[in-house]
């Protein structure tokens, strides 16, 4: 089984910056491919990032791409998400994610793992 709790969160004016975490327990990071998703009131959760287990490889969503930067720490067993230039569109609850599927996954039901979330809020 694989824990993941993410940190971090809160309220940010636009144009700031927040560094998110998401600690892992009962596995190390590198073994499994890891994202980040979002979901705002109302809306569908959504893929914002990911990177793969052997950390060569990640990708974003074209949303995010240039403002976002996502990373991992095997030492802290922790992977991060960087959000700067922050918009009003970014505020949702970002929600860390793992998997042991052979690929990066885009969808949420590629995902077998999850946090349970922190609040991001971008005040305009």
């Known amino acids: 089984q694989v824990q993941l709790v993410e940190s971090g969160g809160g309220l940010v004016q636009a144009g700031g910056s927040l560094r998110l975490s998401c600690a892992a327990s009962?596995?190390?990071?590198?073994?499994?491919?890891m994202a980040w998703f979002r979901q705002a009131p109302g809306k569908e959760r959504e893929f914002v990032a990911a990177?793969?287990?052997?950390?060569?490889?990640?990708d974003y969503a074209d949303s995010v791409k240039g403002r976002f930067t996502i990373s991992r720490d095997s030492a802290k067993n922790t992977m991060y998400l960087q959000v700067n230039s922050l918009k009003p569109e970014d505020t949702a609850v970002y929600y860390c994610?793992?998997?042991?599927?052979?690929?990066?996954?885009?969808?949420?039901?590629?995902?077998?793992?999850w946090g349970q979330g922190t609040q991001v809020t971008v005040s305009s």
């Open positions: 990177i793969s287990r052997g950390g060569w490889s990640t």
């Open positions: 994610a793992a998997t042991f599927g052979l690929t990066l996954g885009y969808r949420t039901d590629e995902y077998a793992y």
């Open positions: 009962g596995r190390t990071v590198s073994s499994l491919h």
